[in-house]
């Protein structure tokens, strides 16, 4: 992308918004819209199934995911500590607190994913519910949560990536801002995961 | 503001830098050209074979029983091969020509050239865009070659019967789970683009192309991309959904107790109308995908050959932009015969009334930018025109479709077949041919042959017609579409209807081997053009033909004009004035 990069880095955009940014915004437009449709399927299916079981307990289920949704709300925080940084020069600080997101967001993706070890060795399928009722409730759960954390595991992939090149150099500030426009949208749709799939799940 | 310095790549040496994997955005808008035409002529066989089935049903096909010897013994197709061809005709004219071509491909070449920019805004992204949708078609096409055949569950691929396997028919197992993969796969592609478009529109204008001097063909453009970004981001999950159903046993779209084949399915739960919502949540809006950018390329070109400013073109633009919002609200009109609450049918057909409004002003924008003109008749010029003509016949029958009550008879015959086939698929075509015989001496630096344009106009016009026209009458009469053969029932007096329809069919198919022929011919031996060869105000044509690899050659085009200045004096003998200085 050298030399568009380069002369819209020479001519300042009407909109001051840097391409990769508008880029960044598009993408989350459009990642919006997937996960509404994810969601818009559930609540289709949840409300056609009155047969719909309630798999989750207060205790461990929900207070998982409580700690899980405090861990990846701090990590936005660490995440927008690491954008200041990065923007006031500071490149060692800027990069402990990207490794402070990485290491929340995988500590997220590793209960997320004892959780999901633990709903399988119950029995919970993508197509069987051992509690009886509609498969539904597995489909459900592992396709929407299944997704986030793809984004959640990418998101530690793409930060550590990023890091790695604003140490070198090679990437800038913008680059670790436009990151954490992605990190925050990532935990803006738990935001939405958690009360839907889980809370309203609750038994 | 002072001019950027100069910066451009050094032009790439190697054959497959510069003409495969090029990240050019002029090489890549050919590419997705030469991709459509492929697809176009794929899809247009398919029809013909369906088209000779159901005008004579009883004839064999020679050598078609080779091809496929379990769909058609003999040369005679089987009701399940014609579903088959059915499926895939509409699955590659919908995604790979009518998606393909008039957004990808022209806007992808002209869009840049038009802002006055060097390249897209994510050059390299806008190359993979192209080779995922490449690799889209290979996977769907490779339906025709592996397992038992293509689906057979139609371009919307309804549930269950495209969410249960081998159990629901021929095509139903691995060729439904290509299909499934492909559109996927699709999504992703047009994703980037859109992306790609929606930034390279609003950022890497040149100075002094504010929004309101921007082309009307780049605003139909950019209104389409982000109609495409958030009707794609919807289809992909809704497809994935769909994958986990045949593969992995859910039952996002299957609901209980469903037997197939003698055998009681193994799922519960499911809708089959999710799919439809999830799906006409796309469906729709990909019609507009598919339509605007032909909107678009029409008012760019109209101008030109009247000789006149396009009238109202805030209100075109206002236009696009109620369209695009409105087209998320009606997609529930495709469903009114699925099984839908009177209350809802009234909530979408109310939307869908009021969307003819924006797309009727603009018909009337049309007609009154030809009025008064000083008409050039080129076959660019006829094909814009001809872009009015089936639009407004395919779009008046839109308003019988839009309530349900009518809807409900009509739905399920082939005044639907008429209507989409007039509205979507001949409009965009004229706008694609328009756009052909208008860029095509931007693209090769060469005119293609007007004589044989005109011929391809006329007969091509004649034909959709003949086509068309008639299937409204069938559909009245109450033909059923989507059968293979109407040889035992109250429908057989209308097969002598058919047999016309299947000739003017083979007629119009064999007037495209004229566009072809020009259309090769004219690569080569065509007559040189000059760098503004129609009179053209707009940044292209500012650039020599074919642009050099940079566009504008170093130079940075200063815009101090709209594109609309037709039927002016310069004060140097010129009825119009360039959108940057020569």
């Not at chain 2, 050209?33 to 009883?58: C, E, K, N, Q, Y």
């Not at chain 2, 469906?283 to 760019?300: D, K, M, Q, R, T």
């Not at chain 2, 008429?418 to 015989?437: E, S």
């Not at chain 2, 006329?458 to 409204?472: E, Q, S």
């Amino acid at each position: 992308m050298s030399h568009s990069a380069a002369l819209a880095a020479s001519e300042p955009s009407p909109y001051q918004i840097p391409s990769r940014k508008l880029g960044i915004w598009m993408f989350i437009l459009a990642d919006a819209a997937t996960f509404g449709a994810m969601l818009f399927a559930y609540g289709y299916l949840r409300v056609a199934n009155p047969d719909w079981n309630r798999p989750f307990a207060f205790w461990p289920s929900i207070v998982n995911g409580i700690g899980m949704t405090v861990i990846l709300l701090t990590s936005s925080l660490t995440m927008v500590a690491a954008m200041l940084e990065s923007q006031r020069g500071r490149t060692s600080a800027a990069l402990r607190w990207l490794g402070a997101t990485m290491a929340l967001g995988a500590l997220f993706a590793a209960l997320h994913l004892r959780e999901w070890v633990a709903l399988i060795g119950s029995g919970w399928r993508l197509f069987r519910n051992p509690l009886g009722g509609t498969p539904l409730v597995g489909a459900t759960f592992f396709s929407i949560t299944g997704l986030h954390m793809l984004h959640v595991i990418s998101g530690v992939v793409v930060i550590g990536v990023i890091g790695l090149g604003f140490r070198r150099g090679r990437f800038t500030a913008s680059h670790v801002e436009i990151t954490g426009l992605y990190w925050h949208f990532v935990d803006l749709v738990w935001m939405f995961v958690f009360p839907l799939v889980y809370l309203l799940n609750m038994r | 503001m002072t001019a950027p310095a100069h910066v451009h790549a050094a032009p790439p040496q190697s054959f497959l830098r510069k003409y495969v994997f090029s990240v050019d955005h002029k090489v890549i808008g050919r590419q997705y050209l030469d991709l459509a035409l492929v697809a176009v002529v794929t899809g247009m066989v398919l029809s013909w074979i369906m088209r000779f089935h159901l005008g004579f049903p009883d004839t064999a096909i020679p050598g078609l029983g080779k091809v496929a010897p379990t769909g058609a013994a003999g040369g005679v197709i089987t009701p399940e091969y014609y579903l088959e061809l059915m499926t895939m005709h509409g699955t590659i004219m919908v995604f790979f020509v009518l998606t393909t071509a008039p957004f990808a491909g022209f806007g992808n070449y002209v869009l840049p050239l038009q802002v006055g920019a060097e390249d897209m805004a994510f050059p390299r992204i806008n190359m993979m865009s192209f080779w995922v949708t490449l690799l889209a078609f290979l996977v769907l096409v490779a339906a025709f070659f592996i397992g038992d055949g293509p689906p057979l569950s139609g371009w919307t691929a309804y549930a269950p019967l495209s969410a249960v396997g081998k159990d629901a028919g021929p095509g139903q197992g691995m060729g439904q789970t290509l299909w499934a993969f492909s559109i996927a796969i699709f999504c992703i592609a047009q994703l980037l683009g859109a992306l790609n478009f929606i930034a390279t529109t609003l950022d890497l204008r040149t100075r002094g192309m504010s929004l309101a001097r921007l082309p009307y063909s780049t605003w139909a453009w950019f209104i389409t991309a982000v109609i495409a970004l958030i009707a794609f981001a919807v289809l992909m999950p809704a497809c994935i959904l769909l994958i986990l159903d045949r593969v992995a046993g859910t039952s996002f779209f299957i609901p209980a107790g469903l037997v197939l084949s003698d055998r009681l399915q193994p799922h519960a739960g499911g809708s089959p109308l999710l799919w439809q919502h999830l799906f006409w949540f796309f469906g729709h809006p990909e019609v507009y995908v598919a339509i605007l950018p032909g909107f678009g390329i029409v008012s760019h070109i109209l101008p030109v050959f009247t000789r006149k400013p396009l009238l109202g073109p805030r209100v075109f633009i206002a236009c696009l932009i109620a369209i695009a919002f409105l087209s998320y609200t009606v997609w529930g009109h495709h469903m009114f015969l699925s099984g839908m609450n009177p209350f809802s049918a009234t909530l979408f057909s109310v939307p869908t009334l009021v969307i003819t409004i924006p797309a009727t002003i603009i018909t009337l924008l049309w007609i009154g930018t030809i009025y008064g003109g000083r008409l050039r008749f080129t076959a660019a010029s006829l094909f814009a025109l001809g872009f009015v003509s089936v639009f407004v016949s395919g779009g008046i029958s839109g308003f019988f479709l839009a309530q349900p009550s009518t809807d409900i008879y009509l739905h399920g015959t082939y005044f639907v077949v008429a209507h989409f086939h007039f509205v979507m698929g001949v409009a965009a075509m004229f706008g694609i041919f328009a756009g052909t015989y208008f860029w095509f001496p931007k693209l090769f630096g060469r005119f293609m042959n007007e004589t044989l344009g005109k011929w391809h106009f006329w007969l091509t016009l004649i034909g959709v017609y003949c086509i068309f026209m008639p299937m409204h009458y069938l559909g009245l009469a109450g033909n059923v579409r989507r059968y293979s053969a109407f040889t035992d029932d109250y429908l057989k007096p209308l097969i002598p209807l058919h047999r016309f329809i299947t000739i003017a069919a083979l007629f119009t198919g064999a007037v495209q081997l004229i566009f072809l022929f020009n259309l090769f011919r004219s690569r080569f031996r065509g007559a040189k053009a000059p760098d503004n060869p129609w009179e053209a105000t707009t940044l292209e044509w500012s650039t020599s033909s074919p642009p050099p690899v940079d566009n504008f050659g170093g130079r940075h085009p200063v815009v101090t004009h709209g594109p609309n200045e037709y039927g002016v004096n310069d004060g140097r003998g010129r009825d119009y004035i360039m959108q940057a200085a020569d």
